[in-house]
Each structure stands twice: as structure tokens, then as C-alpha cells.
């Protein structure tokens, strides 16, 4: 039908007002034929509609006039085409059934009706019968011999609001039937249901607890899968997330939420390939064509060919097509800049794909007539002749896919794109019949079974398979469960806020009602009868009704929920204590924790065996019982007072240690003390480009060193400036290639990375390395690279720098970016590189709380190495500046190398030796301290505190979150931020303090 309208709209657009512009974009052809629907259901004709498009009133709006006359002249086309066709609308089949019946001398088949006795169920008691089906009792009612209709009401006279609608619907059959005998039932006395509420911090904590509850239903009360419903408040997120954490539990459910049918696979293909096939695609039509899953191409094949083309510039249809011929093709930058030999192989065989699907589009453009178009996309695609996707047929491709899905236990996907074939099989049938033999442009064929892939959606639940059933409310509540769960009912959701207002507004239902005999509802019109009749059956249909919301405050539940919850007989219970033994226990992952928590039970051998199970499943017990309690517990106090532990006994620490447990000495224990590391998967991060620039820096830099030591040092200036001349992505991309054969930074060599995150690495390495060897005007004679990479101690290293604290010594290590000296090698310089940029006042607020004290350490440790030299500045350089500056710039540096320059050579000029020399001492001192601390197994989740100004607060990015309660309530707020000149006083009094004490 939406075809069919769609068809209308582009043939007939002189006869339109307005609807001529809809005709572009297809989805709103299964709107219309919506609307059309309701036409019919309340007996509204095409001149009712003119009618009331011609009332003269100035309170209606020109557009809901011009509307309305639209509709007057499609539903006129829409049924004559019907008539020409020789086929029948669905929507009008009870008119047809009711002309039939009334017609004894035309149709004696139906003779045997006189005989018949009719029991009518389910109509009434949720919405007014439509006009259409009132037509049809009334037909029946003259023809049978008797009619029984039930009707859901209450007593006569009672006011109950969820039997509003049965009751007016009762009255009506007493008006058109006055004969008719009423007869009340006399039902068993109704058996509330058993209601629990159920009110979680999260959605996660929410979906948990009803997995482990489902699954204690299914295992320890002998209830059936069937015999649970679970109905969504909300299904745009609840959905997936329910679907994951039925899946950790092990719970087999259908899932029914209306998925619409064209976001499957299957569908978004062919939508996509019919795009194609119109003259002007665009380049993001190819890429999410060949994104869909169904082309037979591998993902990196795929990424490859979309860098090459934006390397290429190839954005658009035609350049598209040429480029796909490949004849005589310019290697793309992208493709220079990468080594790999499988970006021509991978391009190859995507152009190669596309070409043949060009192919079969132009084809299909030829094919003049709607009909010829389709049978052309019918056989060719849908058929068994072409096999373009990777030797398949499209079927078989969508097999194959099944079965991946199947296999991957996306059960519910799996059977979504079975759905969508046979489906679209069906559409394919049923246009077969609505296209005629006319001339149609392939634009125009495109919008038209666009139409109709729009319109299909899933069928309902299927009642005989044994599996929970996941729906919408308003899907489960007609289903005979024994158990209902009510999911995410929070104010916003619970109850529901009825039906969109879809493409005929409800003013414009309002003023058809009001200009023709028919009374078309208003969608909002029996909204809270609707919700009170489903609070009843909620509450009286199953055995027990289960309502939970991720929220524990009142007032983000409804006034239904609210009462629920207050009501005496309620269970209520608000999760959140991870002490206690909830459903969630159900689960191995939730148990462990639970044990592990929960101090009166692990005082039994029974749980206390089970934890040391699960800890030997880890391997090597690291930790003790008491130990592993403690740890959990009172992450906060954490002490370990078994100084056998190796964690408390550093004999050799890095600063980065040292300052990771200023941050939090928690987060040092974790990772220092149990030694947990993430899995290092191989990828493109922020971290790993730090260092790979670090590296190309690296080599660069040791490049000049090497030219250097073969020069007098009065040549240094000339042949520093000469290197600093060949800088650029040629001299560079050698390194590259050179260091993306090293372990760790294979990523980088992967076509897609270096084409286009390489080449602004390279970008940004260039400028780093140009900005930072050039001469600075305080400099007579210039310092020059003399240690790159500067490891401590030294492998052969027989004086290393040890730090003694309380008569034991520590030996330091550390990684120095960067030294320069001069040419007589008296002073130097360090450098660090950082990724972002930090001003010296935090530079100093990191000095005085022990989170930034490399540079300051570097310079003792140099110096103990080089005792002649004496140190002249110590820098940090950024890889990384204002984004917002940097939008039309591969590199990160937005400064001019002028900038640049006069910037660091303030820096340098503004740091005095002594002053120097100071922070170094003060560093040493909080290292020290640290250490100390470290000794005695002080570990707490106390993380440093500053305010946002200051850095802020390590838990941000923390990993550990999940284990040391960092958002406990009662937090101290963080502190204000400091000023200059209070950092300054800190550092010296504790200085002091430390000097006093000494002696
Ligand atoms: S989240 Fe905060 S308190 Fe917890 S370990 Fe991490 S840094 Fe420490």
C-alpha cells in the first residue's frame, strides 16, 4: 500500500496541493497509508474529507485545508487503483465482509450463518469499537442465530476508571441491541498479585538483579521460561543492555520490541544498492553499502579503500566510478606515505565488487518500465544468477550471515534477518503486482520500494516457544505470564505517554471530527483509562507483579509506583549494599565479590574455601585472606602490616613510581605491589603516539649527535643549521619505516594508521624538531644534542645514584628525553616531553605534592654523572597544544617557530641556578618521605588533593574506581586553589623542617 501511495504521489503530483514534496522522501508513504487506515476504520470518505477541507473557518490553518484535500484526492486514486488492479485493500475488508453478509440473495453460501451461534471476546474493553467493526456486529447480528459478546466492565453504577471504556462500550451494545439479554458473570474473587519493588542506583545494578532473580525463578522454584515476562518502560537503551546481561546469566528470552525490519542487515543493503543506482549517489552512500555486512568484504579491506579514496580526494559519484576502473589510477598520498603491499590487493578487490554492483545498477537503469526493473533486481539479485559478493549469491550471503550471527549467540539478530528476507521476498512478490507496465525513471523506482522497505516491521511474540518474553508493555501485558517483571519504571517512562502524533495532527483529527458525522478519535483520549486498565491487569493477571526503576528517590517515580511501594504487603528493596546476598549473587562475577565483602560469611569455612578456590583459579595466591579483606574492605585505611611483603621494600624504584604513589598511594599498590596490568592490545592511543614521536625524535636527534661528534665544535653551528635545512617528511619517513618494524609500534605501519595519523606524527616531529635546535639569542655558543634517551643507572654503571633514607639505600631509575650541552660541555640543558601543555605554576603544585618531580630528580641524578657540568635550565617540551587552534593544521604546534623561540628563550632566561638547584633538593625530600611511607605499608585510597585548577584529581582516569569506593559519600570537597605564593612558603618551611631535623 505504501508503494502503491508512493506511486501516486510521483504520477499524479498535479493533483496535489502539498503532497507532491513528501513524494521525494519515501518514509512518509507508510505514514499515509497509516492514515488512510484510519479512514476506513471510522468510515471517512473522500468528499467527508473535502467537506470538511472546504469549511470555511478562519480558526483552521491553510496547510490542515490543503491536507485534507490531498487526502480526499489520494484515498479517490488510492481506491481506484485498488479497483483497476483488481486487488483489495486490507483496510477495507470488513467493509467488504459487511456488504457480503447483507447480501443473502447474492451470497447463499452464507446460508449456514442461520444456524451459527457467535462468541465475540476482546473487543470494547480497551478502545470504542471502530465504526467498521460496529457495521460488522450489526450485519451479523441479522443473520445468526445468536451472538454472545463479552465485554470487560464492572458493576453498573461503579466508577472504576479502568472499566471506563467496557462500560461505555456495554451502554453502546444496549442502544443498538435493546433486546438484548445482559448477563453478569460471576467471576472467582480477583487474586492481587504479590507486588515487589525494586529500585537500583543504575540500569546495570537494575538489569542485574532481575537476570539473578529470573534465574533463581527458573532453578529454584520450578517456574517455566514461558511463565516470565519481562515488560520495557523504555526500549531505545534497556533493549541491548538486558539482552547482554541475559546472555552473562544464561537466560534463553524472545526479545520483541518493534525493531523496525529495515535496520537489518539485509535490508540496509539493498536500500543502499537501490541508492546506487540513481545517477548522483554520494560517497557516504558507497561506504555504508559496503559497511553493512553483507558485501563479502573484511573490515580492513574496507578501511583501506575509504582511506585511499579520501587520499584521493574521490568524493563523489563520477569520481568514484573512474577511480573504480583503476585504468591509469595516480597513487594516492596515502598509498605513497604506506609501505604495505596489501593496500593495492585490498583496493583492487573493493573496486572490483563495486564495479560489478555499477554494473548491475546500470543494467537495471536500462530496464525501462517499473515492472521490467523489478524482475531485473528480482533474478539478478535476489535470484540465483549473480554472484558478487564474494562468489555468493545475495542469498546465500545472507545465509552465511545467519549462521555467524547463530554461532556468535545473537539468536534474536539472527532471526531479525530471516524476518527481513522473507520479508522482502514478499515486497518483491506484492510489487510485482502494484508496478504497472509504465515507464518509470529509476529515481522514481528507487523512492517507491524504498516506500515499501520502510513499512515492514517484525511480526509479534511467538507464544510456543519456551523462552522469557521481552517486550513492551503494552506487548506483554497480553501475555498469560505468572510473573511480570515492569523494567525502568521511573517517572519518565512508567506510565507510558501514549501514541505519537503521527502525520495527521491531532488539531486537524479534532476539526474532521467536527465537520463530518464520523467521530475519528483523538489519540489522547482515553490515556488514563488505557493506563488504569493496565495497572489493573498488572496487578491481577500474574502471581506475582516485580516493578523496578534504576532511581531511589520518590520523586522520580510515578504516583502508581509510589503507591506500590508504600503499600504494606510491598517487598522493597533498594540495592545498593554489595555486603548483602542478592539476586545478583547468581552470578559467579557477583558472588565473588559478595563473598569477599560480606564479613559474616566468609567467618565460615564453607565461603571462606570457596574464595581461596576462586583466588587459586587465579593462580599464585598473591595475598592473604586478611590481606584480601583488608584490601577490600577499607580501601581508604589500607596498611599492610606484614612487612614480608616485597612491595614494602624497595631496593630500586623509578621516579615515575614514586610519583604515581603521590597521586594515590592505593593506585601505587595495585599496580606496583600486585603488578595488574591491562592487556596490551595493539592500537592507536594518544600514549602510543607520545611515543612514538618520542622514538622518530630520538633518531632524528641521535642523526645530528652523529654528525656532530665527527666536526670541530666551531663547525657545530654550521652543520646543526644545514640538518635543521633537511628537515621535512622525506628526511623523516625513513626513520618511520625504520621504527615501524620495532615491536610495539607495528600499528603505526598498518596502511590506514600511517596514512593518515603518520603522516601528522611526521608533521608534528618535524616541527618539534626544528622549534628545538634552533639557536636562542641568549646563547653565544649554542648547546647541541649530546644524550638521548638517558637511562639510569647505567648497565655498567658502578657509582649509581642511591638514595638513602634512614640509613637504607634506593637505588633511582629513570628514562631523561633529552640533554643538550654546550660546546665545551661546563652547562646543560634537560628537556622532557610531555603531551600537554603545563604552565610552570603547575609544574610547581605537582613539585610540592610529590606528582611532578622528574625533572627536578633528572638534574641530581645528571649532575651525580657529570659532576664538571652545571646545569643551565631544565624544560619541558609539549607535543601537544590548544586543539582549538589547530583545526586546519596536521600538527599540534600552532606557534611560528619565532613563537616558539622567544618563548623558550624567556623560560630559560627566567630559571636561576640556585633556584634550581632548590627544587631538586625539595624533590629529593618528597621522594624520600614517599619512600619512607612505602616502608611502612601505608596505602590508602587517599588520592592527592587539589583543586580542578590545580590538575585535579587522579580518580578521573583511574582504572581502580570499581575497587576502592572513590565516590564514597562524605568525600571531603576539594580544596581551593593554591596561590603562588603559598606553594613557595610550603616548599620552604618543609625544607626547613627537613634541615632542622637533620641536624
Ligand atoms: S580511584 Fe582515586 S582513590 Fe581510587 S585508586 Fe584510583 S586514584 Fe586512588
Not at 538486558?242 to 534463553?252: N, S
Not at 528476507?421 to 512478490?429: G, H, Q, R, V
Amino acid at each position: 500500500k505504501a508503494m502503491l501511495i508512493q506511486r501516486l504521489l510521483l504520477k499524479h503530483e498535479d493533483k496535489f496541493r502539498r503532497f507532491q514534496r513528501l513524494a521525494q522522501s519515501p518514509a512518509f508513504a507508510a505514514e499515509m497509508a497509516e492514515v488512510m487506515g484510519d479512514f476506513y476504520r471510522y468510515d471517512i470518505s473522500a468528499e467527508d474529507l473535502r467537506f470538511a477541507s472546504a469549511a470555511e473557518e478562519s480558526s483552521v490553518r491553510e496547510i490542515t485545508q490543503d491536507k485534507l484535500a490531498d487526502f480526499a484526492s489520494l484515498k479517490d486514486l488510492l481506491e481506484d487503483s485498488f479497483t483497476q488492479m483488481d486487488l483489495v485493500d486490507r483496510d477495507s475488508n470488513l467493509d467488504r465482509a459487511c456488504k457480503i453478509i447483507e447480501n443473502p440473495a447474492k451470497y447463499p453460501r452464507l446460508n449456514f450463518l442461520s444456524t451459527l451461534h457467535i462468541f465475540i471476546y476482546g473487543f470494547g474493553s480497551e478502545r470504542a469499537l471502530t465504526v467498521q467493526e460496529k457495521n460488522i456486529l450489526r450485519a451479523l447480528s441479522q443473520r445468526v442465530r445468536s451472538m454472545t459478546i463479552y465485554v470487560l466492565a464492572d458493576e453498573p453504577g461503579s466508577r472504576k476508571l479502568s472499566f471506563d471504556i467496557g462500560r461505555r462500550s456495554l451502554l453502546d451494545i444496549k442502544t443498538t441491541y435493546p433486546e438484548a439479554e445482559l448477563v453478569k458473570l460471576s467471576c472467582p474473587a480477583v487474586m492481587p498479585a504479590e507486588v515487589k519493588v525494586v529500585l537500583a542506583d543504575s540500569l546495570n545494578d537494575e538489569l542485574n538483579y532481575i537476570a539473578g532473580e529470573i534465574r533463581a525463578l527458573l532453578f529454584e522454584k520450578k517456574y517455566r521460561r514461558r511463565d516470565i515476562a519481562v515488560g520495557l518502560c523504555e526500549t531505545e537503551t534497556t533493549t541491548a543492555e538486558l539482552d547482554a546481561v541475559f546472555a552473562e546469566y544464561g537466560i534463553d528470552s524472545y526479545m520483541d520490541t518493534g525493531r523496525q525490519l529495515n535496520q537489518s542487515s539485509c535490508l540496509r543493503a539493498l536500500a543502499q544498492i537501490l541508492e546506487l543506482s540513481v545517477d548522483n549517489f554520494s560517497f557516504a552512500t558507497v561506504m555504508q553499502y559496503l559497511r553493512c555486512g553483507l558485501s563479502g568484504l573484511r573490515e580492513t579491506e574496507i578501511d583501506v579503500f575509504e582511506n585511499v579514496c579520501l587520499s584521493a580526494g574521490v568524493d563523489n559519484a563520477s569520481a568514484l566510478k573512474r577511480f573504480c576502473d583503476l585504468e591509469a589510477r595516480q597513487l594516492s598520498p596515502y598509498e605513497d606515505i604506506s609501505d604495505d603491499s596489501e593496500i593495492t590487493a585490498a583496493v583492487q578487490k573493493v573496486c572490483a565488487h563495486l564495479q560489478q554492483i555499477f554494473a548491475f545498477c546500470a543494467e537495471m537503469r536500462q530496464q525501462r518500465t517499473a515492472q521490467s526493473k523489478l524482475a531485473y533486481l528480482f533474478q539478478y539479485l535476489l535470484g540465483e544468477i549473480n554472484t558478487i559478493f564474494n562468489e555468493k549469491t545475495f542469498q546465500e550471503q545472507v545465509e552465511a550471515e545467519k549462521e555467524l550471527l547463530l554461532q556468535q549467540k545473537h539468536e534474536q539478530e539472527a532471526l531479525n534477518l530471516v524476518a527481513a528476507w522473507n520479508a522482502l521476498i514478499d515486497l518483491t512478490l506484492e510489487a510485482q503486482v502494484v508496478l504497472q507496465d509504465e515507464r518509470m525513471s529509476q529515481k522514481h523506482f528507487t523512492q517507491m520500494f524504498m516506500a515499501g522497505l520502510g513499512g515492514l516491521t517484525q511480526s509479534s511474540i511467538p507464544v510456543g516457544i519456551d523462552r522469557v518474553r521481552v517486550g513492551t508493555l503494552a506487548q506483554i501485558i497480553d501475555f498469560p505470564a505468572k510473573v511480570i517483571y515492569l523494567v525502568g519504571a521511573d517517572s519518565d517512562h512508567f506510565p507510558a505517554s501514549g501514541p505519537k502524533e503521527g502525520f495527521l495532527r491531532d488539531e486537524e483529527r479534532e476539526w474532521l471530527s467536527f465537520h463530518t458525522e464520523s467521530k475519528l478519535p483523538n489519540r489522547l483520549d482515553n490515556l488514563s483509562v488505557n493506563q488504569a486498565l493496565i495497572n489493573y491487569r498488572l496487578q491481577t493477571q500474574p502471581e506475582s507483579l516485580r516493578v523496578s526503576a534504576a532511581t531511589k528517590s520518590e520523586d522520580n517515580l510515578s504516583l502508581q509506583v509510589q503507591e506500590w511501594k508504600n503499600a504494606a504487603e510491598t517487598d522493597c528493596t533498594l540495592l545498593g549494599d554489595d555486603g548483602e546476598a542478592d539476586a545478583r549473587w547468581n552470578i559467579f562475577k557477583y558472588a565473588k565479590r559478595g563473598l569477599i565483602f560480606n564479613k559474616e560469611k566468609s567467618s565460615y569455612s564453607l565461603w571462606r574455601n570457596a574464595v581461596s578456590i576462586i583466588g587459586r583459579r587465579k593462580g599464585k595466591e598473591l595475598i592473604k585472606n586478611t590481606l584480601q579483606l583488608n584490601f577490600f574492605q577499607q580501601p581508604a585505611i589500607f596498611t599492610l602490616r606484614d612487612c614480608s611483603y616485597e612491595v614494602m621494600q624497595p631496593r630500586q624504584i623509578s621516579i615515575s613510581a614514586l610519583q604515581r604513589y603521590n597521586y594515590c598511594p592505593f593506585q601505587y599498590f595495585v599496580d606496583y605491589g600486585l603488578n595488574l596490568r591491562e592487556r596490551d592490545i595493539a592500537e592507536d592511543n594518544p600514549r602510543e603516539q607520545g611515543s612514538f614521536i618520542h622514538y622518530l625524535l630520538e633518531q632524528a636527534l641521535n642523526d645530528l649527535r652523529g654528525r656532530l661528534q665527527q666536526v670541530e665544535k666551531h663547525e657545530f653551528e654550521k652543520v646543526t643549521e644545514r640538518w635543521r635545512q633537511q628537515i621535512s617528511r622525506d628526511y623523516l619517513i625513513k626513520f618511520y619505516k625504520q621504527l615501524v618494524t620495532e615491536p610495539g609500534f607495528y600499528i603505526y605501519g598498518r596502511p590506514e594508521i600511517s596514512g593518515m595519523i603518520g603522516e601528522r606524527l611526521i608533521q608534528h616531529t618535524a616541527a618539534t624538531l626544528k622549534f628545538t635546535t634552533g639557536k636562542l639569542e641568549a646563547d653565544a655558543l649554542g648547546f647541541y644534542p649530546y644524550a638521548m634517551e638517558w637511562k639510569f643507572p647505567r648497565d655498567d654503571d658502578f657509582n649509581p645514584y642511591i638514595l638513602e633514607v634512614d640509613g637504607e639505600g634506593v637505588v633511582l631509575r629513570g628514562l631523561i628525553d633529552r640533554v643538550d650541552v654546550d660546546p665545551d660541555l661546563e652547562k646543560y640543558r634537560l628537556y622532557d616531553f610531555k603531551r600537554s601543555e603545563r604552565t610552570n605554576k603547575l609544574s610547581q603544585v605537582g613539585l610540592v605534592d610529590g606528582t611532578d618531580i622528574q625533572l627536578p630528580i633528572y638534574r641530581k641524578v645528571w649532575q651525580h654523572a657529570n659532576p664538571q657540568m652545571q646545569v643551565d635550565a631544565s624544560l619541558l617540551l609539549f607535543f601537544e597544544n590548544r586543539a582549538e587552534n589547530n583545526k586546519n593544521r596536521l600538527s599540534h604546534i600552532y606557534q611560528t617557530e619565532d613563537e616558539y623561540l622567544r618563548k623558550l628563550n624567556n623560560k630559560i632566561k627566567n630559571q636561576k641556578t640556585d633556584q634550581l638547584e632548590r627544587d631538586s633538593e625539595y624533590a629529593i625530600l618528597v621522594a624520600e618521605k614517599s619512600i619512607r611511607s612505602i616502608r611502612q605499608g601505608v596505602f590508602p585510597a587517599k588520592p592527592v588533593r587539589r583543586s580542578d585548577n590545580d590538575g585535579g584529581s587522579p580518580c578521573r582516569y583511574c582504572d581502580y574506581r570499581g575497587l576502592c569506593y572513590y565516590d564514597a559519600p562524605g568525600l571531603p570537597p576539594a580544596p581551593a586553589t593554591i596561590d603562588r605564593e603559598e606553594l613557595e612558603q610550603i616548599k620552604r618551611r618543609r625544607l626547613l623542617e627537613a634541615r632542622q631535623s637533620e641536624l
